[in-house]
């Protein structure tokens, strides 16, 4: 069965998406996984990263029931087929519809966790973009994943909900999944030229939570922003630039963390 993780912040803006989109390059592209992609965002950013319009996604992602949304895991009679990327990678996108889960009865999160879990046997990896909030979609990824990484920028508001997650975390593991960790979190966006605010955030950061905090720091720059443009992992649009923003040496240190983790 392929493990379960889940890239969340309780803040918006943070590069959760883009995280997920590069993860997901890099373990079906670079390591030849077979990935799922799954999400659970009403703004279905990283759906649109697959299509470069509404009108050019397939009716099984942009049909409130379609087989490939992933609002059919939550179905107790599940029906869901993910779209097929490529032979190593699949999504189950979404639609602002799925925002009705978000007060879905605890049967339904119930359904969400046995299909993920039947699902996820055909996969290497699973990786859900969770919104940024707190409600049932954010709690039915968490009661389901094995891991959770949390990008956050260097700024208050971020760091608030990087706080804000790791509790969130905590009272599931007490109570719905034991099984559950925290991958690390990931300072996001940070600037090669680190002002004062940005060194306060990441020392304050660090200082709390220690060896949670990955060492790798993914920098600005223009590069990530054209590769968004262009719907693409900043892997494939430009590797120099990814190894340059310390992309690649995250990568490495989270498949080392995973690859702990498959060994429990």
Same mark, same amino acid.
């Given at each position: ?5 889940? #890239? ?16 997901? @390059? ?43 949304? /992933? ?5 107790? %009679? ?8 490529? +032979? ?11 925002? &009705? ?5 605890? %049967?339904?999160?119930?359904? =969400?966790?046995? +299909? ?6 055909? @996969? *290497?990896?699973? =990786? !859900? *973009?969770?919104?940024? /909030? ?15 990484? !949390?990008?956050?920028? &260097?700024?208050? %508001?971020? $760091? ?5 997650? $790791?509790?969130?975390?905590?009272? #599931? ?6 099984? !559950?960790? $925290? ?10 030229? &680190? ?29 990530? &922003? ?14 120099? /630039? ?7 040496? =995250?990568? +490495?240190?989270? %498949? ?5 983790? +498959?060994?429990?």
């Amino acid at each position: 069965m392929g493990k379960i993780f889940t #890239i969340a912040n309780e803040k918006g803006g943070v590069g959760k998406t883009t995280t997920v989109l590069n993860l997901a @390059y890099y373990y079906s592209n670079v390591k030849q996984q077979k990935t799922l992609l799954l999400d659970l965002d009403p703004q279905h950013n990283l759906t649109d990263k697959f299509f470069y319009s509404e009108e050019s996604k397939p009716i099984s992602i942009s049909r409130k029931v379609g087989e490939s949304n /992933s609002i059919s895991l939550f179905d107790e %009679d599940f029906y869901g087929k993910p779209y097929v990327v490529n +032979n190593r990678l699949h999504i189950l996108g979404t639609t602002a519809f799925i925002s &009705a889960e978000n007060n879905c009865p605890s %049967d339904e999160i119930a359904n =969400f966790a046995e +299909n993920l879990n039947k699902l996820s046997e055909q @996969y *290497d990896l699973v =990786f !859900i *973009d969770c919104p940024p /909030s707190v409600g049932n979609l954010q709690f039915s990824a968490l009661t389901s994943c094995a891991g959770v990484l !949390i990008p956050t920028e &260097a700024e208050a %508001d971020s $760091i608030k909900g990087v706080d804000k997650i $790791i509790k969130s975390v905590s009272k #599931i593991k007490k109570t719905f999944n034991p099984e !559950i960790m $925290i991958l690390g979190i990931l300072l996001n966006k940070t600037l090669k030229r &680190a002002t004062q605010v940005q060194d306060h955030f990441t020392e304050m950061l660090r200082e709390q939570h220690g060896c949670l905090v990955f060492n790798s720091e993914i920098q600005r720059t223009t590069k990530v &922003a054209e590769a968004s443009h262009f719907n693409q992992s900043i892997l494939e649009y430009d590797l120099k /630039s990814a190894e340059h923003i310390q992309l690649l040496s =995250f990568l +490495n240190e989270f %498949d080392k963390k995973i690859g702990v983790l +498959n060994e429990k």
